[in-house]
């Protein structure tokens, strides 16, 4: 689940591959065409998923593609709440979560995109060159997300994030 109640910089009107597999709350990145496809510790990472598009659930054209738009949100800056998805199914509950459950998170931790498209605070920092500077390459780190403001507990999972896509 992702709270954007605060005040946030978003992208919400962006298409989602047709193939993709997004849970709320988890990065994101654009493909080739600009779409919306879900991220990993190697891509650039473009904000976190504001919907679903899984098999518990699709936001983006419904159960049957009987409606909606094709469209999803992202969250792209400023202070965001993620926590785990539960999804009820005939078989029972499923409990997703959009970080890494079995890290501890610290206030301060810094964050990035891990390589099974999770929030994480494990060092998995990707670079790249962006340009260079006076004849100097810059890099930045691709999977970088944001900081820890509130760090999930076993009674509270819920984590703020300071996100900075």
Do not use: H, W
Request: charged residues 25%; negative net charge.
């Amino acid at each position: 689940m992702l709270n954007f109640k605060r005040k946030v910089l978003e992208d919400c009107e962006r298409d989602v591959d047709s193939s993709a597999t997004i849970y709320m709350g988890r990065p994101v990145k654009l493909d080739s065409d600009g779409d919306v496809v879900e991220a990993i510790n190697t891509d650039l990472v473009y904000g976190l998923a504001e919907g679903d598009k899984n098999t518990y659930r699709d936001d983006t054209y419904g159960e049957f593609a009987a409606f909606g738009s094709g469209k999803m949100g992202v969250a792209k800056r400023g202070i965001v709440t993620i926590e785990p998805s539960v999804y009820e199914t005939v078989a029972g509950a499923t409990t997703i979560y959009p970080y890494d459950e079995n890290l501890t998170y610290a206030v301060q931790d810094k964050l990035y995109a891990n390589a099974s498209g999770l929030v994480s605070n494990a060092s998995v920092q990707n670079f790249s060159a962006d340009g260079a500077v006076d004849g100097v390459s810059q890099y930045i780190c691709t999977n970088f997300l944001g900081r820890v403001v509130k760090a999930p507990t076993s009674t509270d999972p819920k984590m703020d994030i300071d996100l900075m896509c």
